[in-house]
Every structure is written in C-alpha cells, then in structure tokens.
C-alpha cells in the first residue's frame, strides 16, 4: 500500500466509533471512496429556530453531553412549510366532560403489566436506534403492539399495528384505532435508547429514557381496548400511538413520520409525547411533592392548559409547570409540522433522572406508582380528546368570539 493512502486511511481507523459484535455493519468503506470523499459523514442539526450547525456524528454526541438538545434536519430541512399558510387556532375543550366512562376504565391500569414489559424491553443490550439490539427491540415491541390488539379482540375491529420503516434499521411503530373521522390524536413515547459515550459499545439499558414512556403509553392502549366505544370505532377522531425510532440521534423517527403526514395533509388535532415518567428521587430528596412534570416552553398553550385540567381531574398526584428548551422530545416534529404539541415529565426538568444515557438507566430507580399516575393521565386524555368533536368545538369558539 502507497504511503500516501496509508496516511489517509490510519487518521481514519483511528477516529472510527467501536462496532459491537452483533451489530450489522451497514457501512462499507473503499478505498475508492476514501480517495473521492470526505470519510466522515456530517450531518445538518437545528439547535434553535433557524440556528443550524454542520456537525459529524460524534460531535452529535458531544453536544448530548453537554446538555444541548437539537433536531437533526439532515433529510427533513423542509419540514412545516407545507403548512405555513394554516393559520387556524388550536381549540381545545374548556372542561372535562367523560369521568362515567374513564374512571371504571382507570381501574384496569396495572403496574405489573408496565413492569414486566420494561424488564423485557431493558434486556436488550442497548436500543441505539443504529445497533441489530435496536432492530431486534422494535421488533420485539411490534409483536406486543400486535398481541395486545389480538388479546383485546380489537383486529376483528380494523386496529392494527405496523412498523414505520426507516433507513437504520430500528423502525418506528404506529398502532391506530379507527374514529369517526379521519381527524387523529396521537400519544407518543420513544422506544431508543443510548449510552452517549460508545453508542456501539456499551449497555443502554434506558429504564427510564425512554423505556418508562414506552411501557407507560403501552398500557394505557392496552386498556382504551377494553372500551366497546372505542373498540367499534365510536370516537369521534382516529387515535394513534407512536413508539418513535432514534429520538436520541435528534428526533429522526418522528420528524419522518410529521413530514409523512404533512404531505398527506393529515390533519392531527393533538399529539402528546410521554418521555421519561417513572423516577422521582430526586424530588423527594429536595423535599417537593410527587408531581406531573407539564412543559410549558416550545409547546401548544391550549392542548397545555387541557392536559392539567385532565391532571386535576383523574391523577392522584398534582401537575408542576417546567421547561425543557427547544427539542428536547419527539413532541418538538409534531410542532414544527405546524400540529399542536405538548410534552409531560415525571417532574421538574432540574429534578428529572440523572442516570439517563448510561449503564445506570435501570428499573430499579424508578417508580411504577409515579409511572401508573401517567398511565392514568395518558388514558384519560386521550378518551377526552378522541370523542370531542373539534368542528362543533371550534364553531362554538367561533361564536364565542362574536
């Protein structure tokens, strides 16, 4: 071998990320390819709005450990300018209007059911959404969705689960339940996991991030299934939940998706993400009560202000305002697609888990009494907003402005 392309390829070899065992190398480099371009793929990331940085993938994960979240708009630059023109103002209902046909359904909530599905899903090995673990785990995950639909005789009713296929191999999954309109409500949790040190290499376990929302979200279909009106179809809008491959490498499974549904033009009428719901040591240690984290920055003010009333309304525990900044969740694609968004947390932002995206992100710190609160709130909004009739809704806002 020529020195000159032996200088070319050592500074390579040697900054190249570790490849675990089982992983299936997707990437093929040549000689050829080495000489005609760069051997480092850079990728486009948004850190604020309109604020964008070239970075390559290790720098990704430079940014992650130091706190700075960012969308990775590489592939979908154009997201929401199909929507630009829609000016129409997000209505949500004034007051909850469902408890008869909610609180029986509450009941059948269970821990144990969370509880033995994050100890499935936390026995992968990682589920970096670039690994063969990741694969096998959405995998995994479908086949529950599917079983779950099964179980609950919900297939014979048209609900039906199925992967959103994507390029790095973990795919996203959407379960829907077909409504009265094709008008959609859609809760949803991210099923990848990371450790940000060696993505490839070392255990992601995430119990909590985002297994915790994974499972939470997971329940709470589990029991809408048990609900003959929403089994035959009786709700007014069509209700999805989204289980979002690689929100770790910047929200790239449900950018995928918002820009699907933007070209569609699919109209969503609200989407609520479920990320991180199950620790709360560190509240109890600064002596605050156990709360529902409810995000307050980069989100729907409307859709924000019904989500606490649905806290007050059917959780044991009550609702605390905190930020996250811009990003921070899969809640962030569904906003910037122009669909009112919000995001709910197991606490404060300042008070969430610091074992997250380490070996360390393990079941044993959580709490499935704080996770079943979740599961409740989760349940009884989407109830809520899959039989409100937004036209009638927003025709009787209309006349109220009159």
């Known amino acids: 071998m020529k020195a000159s392309l032996l200088a070319l390829l050592l500074p390579a070899a040697a900054s190249a990320r570790f490849v675990e065992l089982n992983e299936v190398n997707r990437v093929l480099i040549t000689t050829d390819a080495l000489l005609e371009k760069p051997a480092v793929e850079r990728y486009l990331v948004e850190l604020t709005p309109g604020e964008t940085r070239w970075v390559t993938e290790d720098e990704k994960w430079e940014l992650r450990r130091a706190g700075q979240r960012f969308m990775d708009i590489t592939e979908h630059g154009d997201l929401g300018t199909l929507r630009l023109a829609s000016k129409a103002q997000p209505v949500f209902p004034k007051k909850v209007k469902k408890q008869s046909e909610i609180q029986p359904l509450l009941k059948d909530l269970s821990k144990d059911e969370m509880k033995d599905h994050l100890e499935k899903l936390t026995s992968f090995h990682t589920r970096y959404y670039k690994s063969d673990y990741g694969r096998q785990s959405s995998e995994w995950l479908l086949k529950t969705v599917q079983d779950t639909i099964k179980d609950a005789g919900a297939d014979k009713h048209g609900v039906t689960a199925e992967h959103f296929k994507h390029s790095w191999g973990q795919n996203s999954i959407i379960a829907t339940i ?194 079943l609160q979740h599961a409740r709130m989760t349940l009884a909004l989407t109830y809520e907003l899959g039989f409100t009739d937004f036209q009638k809704l927003e025709g009787e806002d209309y006349m109220d402005e009159l």
């Open 178 to 371: 077909p409504g009265q309109s094709n008008s959609t409500i859609v809760i949803g949790a991210h099923q990848d996991s990371i450790n940000l040190w060696f993505p490839s290499v070392l255990a992601a376990p995430g119990a909590d991030d985002d297994g915790s929302g994974t499972v939470t979200i997971l329940e709470a279909f589990r029991v809408l299934l048990s609900s003959e009106d929403v089994l035959k179809g009786k709700a007014a809008n069509t209700i999805e939940f989204h289980w979002y491959s690689a929100e770790e490498g910047g929200l790239l499974g449900s950018q995928a998706i918002f820009s699907e549904y933007e070209k569609q033009g699919r109209e969503v009428k609200a989407m609520l993400q479920q990320d991180m719901t199950g620790f709360i040591q560190r509240t109890i240690d600064a002596g605050e009560p156990e709360s529902v984290g409810v995000i307050t920055d980069f989100v729907d003010p409307g859709l924000t202000a019904f989500i606490k009333k649905i806290i007050e309304e059917y959780c044991e525990i009550p609702w605390v305002e905190t930020k996250c900044g811009y990003a921070c969740s899969d809640h962030a694609s569904a906003s910037k697609a122009g669909y009112p968004s919000a995001f709910v947390i197991e606490s404060t932002f300042s008070e969430s888990d610091d074992h997250i995206h380490s070996t360390e992100d393990l079941i044993k710190y959580l709490s499935f009494d704080h996770m």
